[in-house]
């Protein structure tokens, strides 16, 4: 479904990324792995289209986007939670999940998929009047989330999912995001809690230095101590 | 004594409604773009020397004329923000600034050289006319129009921003620009048609106030500094509190032009624009 | 002081151009004249607003309301109470330097960001103009006439051209040997240590009112004093030109067009651009006026677009570059 070919990237200096392939097949939930500053959200900020890679190429249901806007991309299904959430502060969480569904593809469809969010998430429908800059932080991953969903993405991408939410939320939003994969979503999951990525991750690629390091199941990348070294930089 | 106090009171709301139009059009471009374009008001001078040249040229009264005017400054608009200001968004604020200023000195001295600096009134069947309420209540036709203008833009305004789609777009990218690509938003295109939009409703701003008022190339800046004034009072993002900052800058300076005396009293609005900003650096009507 | 200061002043690279300078009075005609002490008055002015645009990084658009000061109150002074103009530029530059002192008070008291602080300046200068309009003991409106020049050095008159050209190259020099002063000093340093990163700054101890303040009021005080001469030059004193905020804007875009930082850039822009501006006035004042503010305009965009520190050290760091090649 996604295939990334020879990724090089960076921000004005170095090469953050280098020469990185990853493929992500229909179904699948895939976790990409690695300490910080690994290029984890560099490569998935490439795949969204903010951030224009140096070399290589990422094609999407066959197609070719590696230069296609990010609005383009987003059309094409490919959609990305960002890190820290990044909800609008100053809006509703109605607000905010409509706008997930803004692009002309998502539009007509948005009703319905307001109800599935909300089935999802009951709490944002609760929630619904109030400024999203007034949720707690657990509220506003599953908001996050949801205006993703809105979008109707074919493959869903998170950035740090479970960063700074307490335990209780990080099993709200996992035990979500295995459901929405069961029904058939596409996800990348780029995360640092390597067991739980791992526990519900079908495939984990390790990213070390801007370059995959391993890659395998989650059971080999679990049984192998390559991996805890990847993380603590060896 | 209260009658003139009412008449002044008035006028001042009248001339406040005038600063209203031009600050909600500043208001807009600002919060779209994080820019703030000091030649803001050179754009509306734009607006009134195109209008004035529309009536010499064909006879169109300056209200009809906005049918060419504003297309006209909505593509000057376009533009200034895709190829000036676009480019140098990133960098530092001092520079933004500079860029701008220049724009203004291009704008003011390009209107000049064609134009002359003479000031110079566009005639309209408006001008003279009068509406008189009660006995003693004399108020130019076209500054209520101008006013009921004001009005009906800062109504529209809400209810783009506040119950369209666009508005959520502009919304959206006004706080949290990336947040708002990951959406699926074409931010560099929401920027540049809302700023197009911004500078073209000064076309209708300079229609709504020439009657009546001699122009001159160099008015612009003033044009600049109080709806800015009115923006920074307001609380920058807020656009009920910019409308409201320009009537109070309207009426101050109405008070304070017929009660203090002459120039002394324009000077009334900037003290209290100095003063809301070192105490109330949040703006006037925003909560802290 | 650092060392280098001293090497600045010793320097030939200095001295030689000032003295050529110099001698210019016998060379040139009066028309010339006239415009090369217009452009050494904007070096001062352009130098005057580096030290606190420039050096300290901070937006102010309030050098109008110094020059201002020191055109209008120490003509008034004189005019008025008979206040020889010497004592009177004194006097102005104090109260310019009080004024400037006074918006830092605000600026430090009140955390202004540097958008506020051009706010906050700007309508500084929208109260100077509609001060002065108002004013009566300034002249007003309609401005102030000074009484002929009879060449009474004491009364601070110069005696025409030549004396007001050298009196004009006088001032731009001690403009230009404070710039390099303050950057070889430890006041330098802290302002420019503020510009760069102000929270750090004050973690390390710099007392950021202090520098601020310093830096505004010598750049005000020196403004004042070109106020001052450019009254006595120009015979009359018109506040439309040198009480309102389009002189600061006009000193501001010609030392950025230059490069901030350095004296260097603001000073070879008014060199080249007032002596420019002034031709093309000349050539075409009558048919189109204001063809050299509008190209001041295109030129300031280009700039910002192409090189945004400046054509100077654009210019300086090619020829670096061509140097090592």
Redo the contacts between chains.
Sequence with gaps: MLEVAGLTAGYGGPNVLEDVSLDVEAGELVGLLGANNAGKSTLINCI?G?LRPRAGSIRFLGEDITRA???D???RGI??V?EGR??????SVL?NL???G??AV??PRRADRLEQVFTLFPRLKERRPQYAGTLSGGEQQMLAIG?AMM?GPKLLMLDEPSLGLSPLFVQTIFRALRELNAQGLTILLVEQNLNLTLSCAVRGVVLERGQVALAGTSATLRADPRTRQAYLGL | MTELLIQTVVQGLLVGGGYALVALSLGLTYNVSGIINFAHGDFLTLAMYLALALQTAWALDPYVSTVITFPLLFVSGVALYWFLLRPVARSQLLMVIQLTLGVTFVLQNGILMVFGGQPVRVPSDWEASLLILGDSLFLRTPQVLAFAGSLLLALLLWIVLDHTETGRRIRAVHQNPRAAALMGIDVPRVRTLTFGVGIGIQAIAGALLIPGTPIEPGQGFRYTVIPLMALVMGGLSDFRGIYLAAILIGVTEALGTVFVSGTSGMIVPYALFVLVLLLRPQGLFRRA | MRPDFFQFLRSPLLWIPVAIAACLPWGLSAYHLAIGTLALLYVSLALAWNVVGGIAGQISLANSVFVGTGALLASALYIRLGIDMWFGMVIAAAVSAILGVFMSLLDARFRLGHLSFALVTLAFAEIGELVVAGTDFLGGASGLDLPKDHGRFWLFEFGGGPGYFWAALVLALICLVVNQAILSSRLGYYLRALRDNEDAAQAIGIELFRSKATGMAISAALSSVAGTLFARYSNFVDPTLLASPNLTIEIVLIATIGGLGTPLGPLIAALVLIPVGEILRGQFGGTLPGLHFFLYGVLIIVVVLTSPQGIVPRLLSLRRRFRRA
Excluded: N
Aim: glycine share 8%.
């Design positions: 969204s903010v806007k990010p609005s991309i987003v059309s959609v990305q960002p990044q909800v609008f502060p100053r809006m607000d409509l706008l997930g803004t692009t998502a539009r205006r979008g």
